[in-house]
């Protein structure tokens, strides 16, 4: 075993290599835009060089003279489009803001005009030439612009229900014997997926096949034909492999349904592969938010009051909102809490879900007060957390179902060697260069939605999965191959997995680190059924109630973790007793607490998620803790982040490889959000001004020479048949306070604002 492929230990599935491996070194993984069309147009998008106003005239003589233009499309001749109500209201859309609908803009960088060309080059060159008359108004672009207004969350979204609160926060807080207050602000980002927000378009009379890198294959297909107005079942979308998604790709944007429209008029396939930058405006980003957290203490550490208010901007249209506060409420054991969280509106594109949506702003500030509140207290960060470490709930006073943070913490520790910090700040240096050490929690809703699978095995042991999850870098095909074999008793080897296609069976979205836990609960029923069927073929009824629990093995039967039976079906003669070829089953999984409607909201594309803080008598988290290095450079004030250690706990670790490699790009990206990533906003113009990968900062190798990850065994029972808590977004949670916490540890200089960059650091 290698660090890239740690052993398991228990309660953890084979670290197996990819399933798609092979298909993505190779370059035979084809990705949305590399399906072949038949005699295909190409698409360019014209985007709005104003945030506000109004298109007053398009001068299209000298675009039109470009050769090999076939049409070019704008409000005024555009075809007409049905609205889709926001995907966190019930509908399928990351914004209602419609493009191409009338001469309003309503943010920088909107899609205006689609010029469709005979090739790319021909689009491209008559997008430039495209020439825009606007009237345009003086746009309010983020926090403290004038003309922004600003409101409560709770009311504007069916995303955001409730502020959590409990006791009486007021009242505690003034008789609390040490206090503190501070605020504390993240930065806008952008998810950046390495595949570009590419779609195709094609007709077959009626039928519309869509290439588009999705993590809601159902969520588009009904999305679109909603909007184009259709049957749903005339629609299928197609993405055997995304390049990332990060919640970029969770939602419909506007784009889909345009070029899909424009394909029919023009009655040719179209191919568009928008730039890199038109991708900061025409998806979604996290928001920039705003934070004030006021916690009160015993001056033995033990929380007695605290309050977390929190502001994020969304667009004019609609009232996008992560709403954190319903996690950093319930992390640490307090009596009285209390919380608001605003929605402050501009003129903007709307903002939409990034890896962690809620506790990547949320808990930097809720785990850089933690710090704040240590130091005063004098106590060791660690301790200050095991004081308050909760067994319940503090909101709803519900039992967690597993809960291992204070064990993340010590093996973390240990790993990390906290033991050798010197507790005071400034205290630590090595030559030129100031050293702090900083940690901090992480934490993750466990949830799940009801997903379908079809399995079909074959006497000889092949085995086909076929379910519409999605490969967005995850690891989706391996832990689902890998259920299919362990519960089936097959190799591995034999096991074909289908998925990005919304031709299969339905599954939930790639999102709220849920798939795992959703699709690998309806694989291992759907191969249970397939278990049942064969068994009753060759066993008298009587004994079929112990059986069915045990594994029905394929020669050569290397299962290593389906039930306690040993013994291998002989499959042939359970074949030959059904008498058919192959044993196929199909099956919907809905987890315990899921709403009646789930399997027909399923069907039509739409995700009842429950878990987290919303199980009747439980409460779901993953968690974990992480300590960084940071070194100072005292004379330039260069911050280098030598080492990144995290432990997690996540219940059943299904591959403890792929894990890793979520866990590990999570630290990296957390480091990252807290020392690099932020787009820069253009406030005269309400616009993005850093939107390529040039200068919008990402890691390199570089910046992360040491990064360790550490799984430790949690074994949970109630919380859905597969044990698995959602990890995919838990690592990058908490790194930036722990990063930020390290700086103040190295330098005395505690830092509210991220990112963190060098002219930020006084010495
Ligand atoms: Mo993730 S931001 O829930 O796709």
């Known amino acids: 075993m290698t660090a890239a492929a740690p052993g398991p230990k228990t309660n953890m599935g084979q670290p197996v290599p990819r399933y798609d491996a092979a298909a993505k070194v190779t370059g035979r993984a084809t990705y949305a835009s590399d399906m072949p069309l038949d005699n295909p147009a190409y698409a360019f998008l014209v985007t709005s060089a104003i945030a506000k106003g109004r298109i007053d005239r398009f001068d299209l003589d000298d675009a039109r003279r470009v050769r090999g233009v076939i049409e070019i499309v704008t409000h005024e001749n555009a075809p007409k489009l049905k609205e889709s109500k926001l995907f966190s209201n019930g509908g399928y859309a990351g914004t209602t803001i419609q493009p191409l609908k009338s001469a309003e803009i309503a943010h920088d960088g909107q899609i205006i005009a689609v010029v469709v060309a005979e090739s790319y080059e021909a689009a491209r060159e008559a997008a430039n030439r495209v020439k825009v008359s606007y009237s345009a108004a003086a746009p309010s672009a983020t926090f403290d612009s004038p003309g922004t207004t600003t409101a409560a969350a709770k009311g504007q979204s069916s995303q955001f ?13 003034d008789a609390a014997e040490v206090k503190l207050v501070a605020s504390y602000e993240t930065p806008t980002q952008h998810h950046n997926p390495m595949e570009l927000f590419t779609t195709s378009c094609a007709w077959m009379g009626d039928n519309l096949v869509i290439y588009e890198g999705s993590q809601y294959v159902y969520g588009l297909k009904n999305g679109v034909a909603e909007q184009l107005g259709i049957d749903a079942d005339k629609v299928r979308v197609v993405n055997p492999y995304v390049g990332g998604g990060f919640g970029s790709r969770g939602s ?3 784009r889909t349904a345009i070029i899909a429209a424009i394909a029919k008029h023009v009655n040719r396939p179209i191919k568009l592969v928008p730039t890199r930058d038109q991708g900061f405006t025409i998806t979604t980003h996290r928001a920039e938010t705003r934070h004030e957290i006021k916690l009160g203490a015993s001056r033995d550490g033990k929380l007695v009051a605290l309050r977390h208010e929190g502001a994020e901007v969304s667009s004019r249209s609609d009232a996008y909102c992560v709403g954190g506060t319903k996690t950093t409420t319930r992390l640490y054991a307090c009596p009285n809490v209390d919380s608001l969280v605003s929605i402050v509106r501009a003129d903007r594109n ?9 506790e990547v702003p949320y808990l930097f500030a809720l785990e850089s007060a933690l710090d704040e509140l240590a ?4 106590m060791d960060p660690v301790e200050l957390r095991r004081i308050n470490d909760a067994t319940r709930d503090p909101i709803d006073g519900k039992p967690y179902t597993s809960r291992s943070l204070m064990a993340c913490f ?8 906290w033991s050798q910090r010197s507790p005071q700040s400034k205290s630590m240096s090595d030559g030129d260069w100031l050293i702090g050490y900083g940690c901090a929690a992480t934490c993750y809703p466990t949830l799940m939605a009801p997903s379908a699978a079809r399995v079909r095995l074959h006497r000889d042991g092949r085995t086909r999965v076929e379910i519409a999850g999605h490969e967005i870098g995850t690891g989706a095909y391996t832990v689902i191959a890998q259920t299919a074999a362990e519960r089936l008793g097959v190799p591995l080897e034999k096991v074909a997995v289908f998925m990005g296609d919304s031709d299969l069976p339905p599954a939930p979205v790639a999102g709220g680190s849920n798939s795992t836990a959703s699709t690998c609960s309806a694989v291992m029923m759907v191969c249970d059924q397939i278990r049942q069927r064969l068994l009753k073929a060759v066993m008298p009824s009587d004994s079929l109630a112990d059986k069915a629990k045990e594994t029905v093995g394929i020669s050569p039967a290397p299962s290593t973790q389906a039930g306690k039976g040993d013994r291998p079906l002989e499959i ?18 809905k987890p315990d607490g899921a709403p009646m409607d789930s399997f027909r909201a399923m069907h039509n594309g739409q995700v009842r998620l429950v878990g987290g803080h919303q199980m009747k008598d439980q409460i779901a988290y993953a968690f974990g803790a992480e300590f960084v290095e940071v070194r100072i450079n005292r004379f330039t004030h260069e911050i280098r982040c030598p080492r990144l250690v995290g432990a997690f706990a996540a219940g059943r670790i299904m ?7 979520q866990l590990m790009g999570g630290l990296i990206w957390g480091m990252s959000s807290a020392l690099l990533e932020a787009t820069e906003i253009d406030e005269r113009n309400a616009r993005y001004v850093n939107d390529n990968l040039a200068d919008y900062l990402v890691p390199v190798n570089a910046d992360v020479p040491g990064v360790e990850v550490i799984m430790l065994s949690e074994q949970d029972d109630h919380i859905n048949p597969v044990g698995a808590k959602g ?4 690592g990058n949670v908490g790194t930036n306070a722990a990063i930020c916490n390290a700086i103040y540890h190295a330098t005395g200089q505690r830092i509210r604002k991220l990112p963190v960059r060098l002219e930020n650091i006084e010495l």
Do not use: H, I
């Open 572 to 589: 042939e003669k359970a074949f030959d007793a059904l008498g058919v070829g192959v044993v196929e089953e199909y099956g919907e999984w």
């Open 350 to 358: 709307t903002p939409g879900f990034m890896r962690s949506p809620p």
């Open 161 to 173: 229900k409730e502020d959590p609160k409990v006791g009486d926060f007021a009242k505690a807080f």
């Open 252 to 254: 419909m944007t506007p």
């Open 410 to 417: 010590d093996e973390a520790a240990k790993a990390f060697g």
């Open 375 to 378: 130091v005063k207290l004098n």
């Open 655 to 661: 591959n403890p490889r792929t894990a890793r490699s």
């Open 727 to 730: 990890l995919g977004e838990l």
